[in-house]
């Protein structure tokens, strides 16, 4: 495998140049060190990373020979937002010029690219202003400007229907899944070796639910979100348990949105839909990720593409008005033609919203872990697939509505929410746009509490470990309480 190093002569912006090094050289195994350290090996290409006293220098090695040495001026003093965006622009400017490849999102290497433009709109600029200024600051290309303007605009126009930064949104998490997906790298527990303590894992989180509740009270609840692993591993009596805990604990005369994240369809019956539409569920996943058989037994779903249709025409038949599907292309041996065959299904069934996500190869993943299984085996994303994904929401009325990137995504591309007009899923902008406290109960949940309109965030993490949680969740209540008292004085 190809290697990369990255020396720097002191800390400072490592992530960000470390993340673009590994969006243009996305195969290659990338090491860091700082200048008086021994390099880990020999590298094939080496990028050195100095920082002078009125300036950055940068100069790329191959081969142990010089190919390419930039620099440019920076006053360290002014700010360093504007170092980090100097020292950007550098290192991209360089990498294009070595490799002759543009990235769509340019110097971009942060999660959440829509929050400027957010920002920008909130500050009065207009739309061509802001486009010229992600050009100019971070070489973001013209499709991805609109894309990041048009949805800004559109959560905007959400977000001032109501008072979103009075009131919070609960997540529950429920962290088990039937098993674990080849890319999954998110604290999923497989269910048949907790089976017998998923109960005793309810009684903790209703506690600490109860804890929420009384913590905040006075505070308008907005939204609510389910998530995993996949909640329907719960048994139609856990999940009633549940639901009913919820409903007797909080009021939910405000909530704009009660999400289900339903998942996999092999953990979803007739009996635990009818469950769901016992409770003020609004919206809910029903997520197949491709609509290939051969992918999804190679990804480790256990489930058909006739279960996905099957499942989904049930929830249509039993009220379910607002259904979401995630998908995700540049997974294992997909190609355009793959893609076109989910989407050709997609289509048929016709849900409400639709999330497209590009394939991350995250370390904890067992995909990246055992890799070497799968070299010959293809990861394809392209602009034309994401361009198929697009018009085929376009034709089923959606717009997009949300966006957010991860650590080495596939293509440098990004993940991206459709939805029609009124089936926007309320929590995901107020997430990603982080414009609102978000309060997460269970195991691996991460709190975020949002301060000063969004300047200041602070976090809470629960354990991920089931076993962890159970056993210390005094601890982490306790962990929540400092920032709930902060957040709510």
């Known amino acids: 495998m190809h290697k990369t190093g990255i020396r720097f002569n002191r800390k400072d912006f490592e992530y960000d140049v470390y993340s673009l090094v590994r969006a243009f050289y ?12 021994e390099p880990a090996g020999e590298y094939e290409l080496l990028l050195l990373v100095t920082y002078r006293k ?5 100069e790329i090695l191959r081969d142990g020979e010089t190919v390419l040495q930039r620099e440019a001026p920076v006053d360290y003093d002014r700010d360093r937002q504007e170092t980090k965006n100097v020292l950007k622009r550098l290192v991209y400017g360089s990498l294009k010029e070595l490799t002759g490849i543009s ?20 500050e009065g600029w207009k739309n061509t202003r802001i486009a010229d200024y992600m050009r100019q600051t971070y070489q973001v290309s013209d499709a991805k400007c609109a894309l990041a303007i048009t949805i800004a605009n559109r959560e905007r126009a959400i977000l001032q229907q109501f008072d979103y930064e009075k009131g919070w949104s609960l997540y529950v998490g429920i962290p088990f899944c039937p098993s674990i997906c080849l890319y999954c790298s998110f604290g999923s527990h497989p269910l048949d070796r907790w089976k017998k303590r998923v109960d005793e894992y309810l009684d903790a989180l209703i506690r600490e639910l109860a804890f929420i509740r009384d913590q905040m009270a006075g505070r308008p609840l907005h939204s609510v979100y389910i998530g995993g692993g996949t909640p329907t591993t719960l048994t139609p009596e856990q999940s009633r348990r549940l639901l009913g805990a919820i409903q007797e604990l909080f009021d939910l005369s405000q909530v704009r949105e009660y999400t289900v994240e339903a998942g996999r369809p092999d953990t979803i019956t007739r009996e635990k839909l009818q469950v769901l539409r016992q409770f003020p569920v609004s919206r809910i996943s029903i997520n197949p990720q491709t609509m290939n058989q051969k992918t999804l037994d190679l990804i480790g779903r256990k489930h058909t593409v006739e279960d996905v249709t099957e499942i989904f025409h049930m929830a249509r038949e039993l009220g379910f008005d607002n259904i979401n599907m995630d998908l995700i292309v540049g997974l294992p041996g997909e190609g355009e033609a793959e893609v076109a065959n989910t989407l050709s299904q997609v289509e048929q069934l016709g849900p409400d919203s639709l999330t497209v996500h590009s394939l991350a ?16 085996i293809s990861f394809e994303n392209s602009a034309a697939i994401m361009d198929k994904t697009q018009e085929c929401a376009r ?3 959606m717009g997009p509505y949300y966006l957010y990137r991860q650590k080495n995504i596939a293509g440098n591309f990004e993940n991206v929410g459709y939805a029609r007009p009124g089936c926007e899923g309320l929590y995901n902008i107020l997430i990603m746009e982080e414009k609102q406290s978000i309060i ?22 629960n354990v991920k470990s089931v076993e962890q949680y159970i056993s210390r969740l005094d601890e982490m209540m306790e962990r929540k309480r400092a920032g709930i008292e902060a957040y709510v004085k």
Do not use: C
């Open 26 to 37: 996305p195969h290659s195994d990338t090491e860091m060190y700082y200048e008086g350290e």
């Open 440 to 461: 997460a109960a269970g195991a691996g949940a991460s709190t975020k509490f949002v301060f000063d309109g969004g300047r200041r965030i602070e976090r809470a993490e």
């Open 103 to 122: 990235l769509p999102w340019g110097d971009l290497t942060g999660i959440r690219p829509t929050k400027i433009p957010m920002k920008l709109l909130e």
């Open 54 to 58: 009125d300036g950055i220098g940068l």
């Open 361 to 376: 190869l995250k370390r904890a993943t067992r995909l990246n872990l055992f890799k070497d299984q799968y070299e010959e």
């Open 395 to 397: 034709r089923m009325g």
